[in-house]
């Protein structure tokens, strides 16, 4: 497989009650057999909900606002810059406790994530 640029009307878009996914890498879209890429954004005052992934850890990386990740039993405050490593199965989800959007990269180890809620 030679090299593969995701353009911006390439990414796959999810909305959501508490903000949006935006895929740019993935088995579904043909354009890789090994992750998953995408971008989340969560708005003020809303989380996503507790899940986990059963076949792939999680990467997430903060760029923009502030968000209290929970994983497990763990919590932690996030900024920009910050970046936490999510095994695969740990229960987890990210609570915007900022006054903007909250926006973090997320990758995961497989193609083909799989996402379980609680």
């Not at 043909?30 to 076949?55: D, F, K, L």
């Not at 502030?66 to 095994?87: F, K, L, N």
């Amino acid at each position: 497989m030679s090299a593969y640029v995701a353009r911006r009307e390439d990414r796959e878009v999810e909305h959501t009650a508490w903000g949006r996914l935006e895929w740019m890498v993935s088995g579904r879209l043909g354009n890789s057999a090994t992750m998953t890429v995408g971008r989340c954004h969560i708005a003020p005052g809303q989380a996503n909900p507790r899940h986990h992934h059963p076949n792939c850890d999680e990467v997430l990386h903060v760029l923009q606002g502030t968000i209290e990740h929970a994983a497990g039993d763990q919590r932690v405050a996030m900024g920009p810059g910050d970046t936490i490593s999510i095994p695969a199965g740990v229960v987890h989800n990210a609570t915007n406790v900022g006054d903007d959007e909250a926006v973090f990269v997320i990758s995961f180890s497989s193609a083909d994530r799989r996402t379980v809620g609680e």
